[in-house]
C-alpha cells in the first residue's frame, strides 16, 4: 500500500523542525515563529559587465539601508526557510539618499540571465539557476502578471550559525546608473522562519 502522506508538501514549519532535528537542534521547533527577510546589496565592479557578486559576505562591513545583517549566518534559535527571493537594484545619489528600488526585469531585462547559486558554509543547496523563472511572463507561482519573485522548488533552509552566501554571476547586459547615481544589486531572501523564545528555551 502507498503512503500518500509521503508525496504531501512539507510545510516551511516543519521543514524548519526536520533541518533541527538532523542537525541536532531539536529545540529550534519550539522557537518562536516569525515572517523572517534577509538582504544584502552589492556594488557592481562595472555595470553591465560580466562579473560574480558575492551577496552576504562582507555584510559586517556595512549599514543600513545595505543589509540588515551584522554577520552572514543566523544568531543561536534563529533560521529561515526560503520561499520566495527577490532580485534588485538600487539607486543612490551622492548625497547617501535613495532615489529607487526596482526590480531585475524593469531595471534590465538582461539581468535574468543571471545565474544564482546559493551555499551554506561552502556547500551548494541552490546550485546555477537562472532568473528566467522570476519573468512575470514564466513566473511558475506568479498570482498576478507583475509577479517578479524567484520562487525556489523546495523551501531551502538556512540553520543557526551557519554561514551563507549567495552568488550570482551576471551576464554583459545593457543596464546603465542615471547619472550622479551610483547603482547597488540586491538580493532578499524571505519566508517563514524562527526567531529565539526565551520563555520556551531558558
Do not use: W
Amino acid at each position: 500500500m502507498i503512503n500518500a502522506s509521503l508525496f504531501n508538501t512539507v510545510t516551511p514549519n516543519a521543514k524548519l523542525a526536520m533541518v533541527g532535528n538532523r542537525i541536532g537542534n531539536p529545540g529550534l521547533k519550539n522557537n518562536q515563529g516569525s515572517s523572517v527577510e534577509l538582504y544584502d546589496y552589492v556594488q557592481p565592479n562595472a555595470i553591465g559587465s560580466r562579473e560574480t557578486i558575492r551577496f552576504f559576505e562582507n555584510v559586517n562591513t556595512k549599514q543600513f539601508p545595505y543589509s540588515n545583517l551584522q554577520i552572514n549566518q543566523l544568531q543561536v534559535g534563529e533560521a529561515l526557510s526560503i520561499q520566495y527571493i527577490a532580485f534588485t537594484k538600487l539607486s543612490v545619489n551622492a548625497n547617501g539618499e535613495v532615489v529607487s528600488q526596482d526590480q531585475f526585469s524593469v531595471a534590465c531585462s538582461g539581468l535574468l540571465l543571471s545565474q544564482f547559486s546559493l551555499l551554506l558554509d561552502n556547500s551548494r543547496i541552490l546550485k546555477i539557476n537562472s532568473l528566467t523563472r522570476s519573468n512575470s511572463l514564466f513566473n511558475p507561482k506568479g498570482s498576478t502578471f507583475a509577479n517578479y519573485l524567484f520562487y525556489p522548488d523546495t523551501d531551502l533552509v538556512i540553520p543557526p550559525q551557519i554561514s551563507f552566501t549567495a552568488e550570482l554571476n551576471i551576464p554583459a547586459n545593457t543596464d546603465t546608473a542615471a547619472q550622479g547615481t551610483t547603482v547597488y544589486y540586491g538580493c532578499h531572501l524571505f519566508g517563514t522562519g524562527a526567531i529565539l523564545n526565551l520563555k520556551t528555551n531558558v
